[in-house]
Nanobody, 124 residues
């Protein structure tokens, strides 16, 4: 059974930093695509970042480029999202997700496994 468990969310001031983790079990983070997505109240689920098998390629949505970094630790079997220079537009529930395959920068519905999410709040 695949389980993805996010942690690290919280409240931070605008301009601050936060690191999210996603611990995987029943699935190897290096075996396929892993992604971070977010959903703000009243908005569609948005793709934030993705990383390909063995971390060869990374993808970011334009609004987070240069501020967020996705990475994975194959020994800990954990996915990370380092967020810096957080903005008032960044607050949302952040989810990690996984899918088999080689195409990672794709729609959320193409991801098969999902965590429960971790909340990020940014105060101005």
């Amino acid at each position: 059974q695949v389980q993805l468990v996010e942690s690290g969310g919280g409240s931070v001031q605008a301009g601050g930093s936060l690191s999210l983790s996603c611990a995987a079990s029943g699935y190897s983070v290096s075996s396929g695509c892993m992604g971070w997505f977010r959903r703000a109240p009243g908005k569609e689920r948005e793709r934030v970042a993705a990383i390909s098998s063995r971390g060869v390629y990374t993808y970011y949505t334009d609004s987070v480029k240069g501020r967020f970094t996705i990475s994975q630790d194959n020994v800990q079997n954990t996915l990370y999202l380092r967020m810096s220079s957080l903005r008032p537009a960044d607050p949302a529930m952040y989810y990690c997700a996984a899918r088999s395959g080689v195409f990672c920068d794709i729609a959320p519905q193409e991801y098969r496994y999902w965590g429960q999410g971790t909340q990020v709040t940014v105060s101005s």
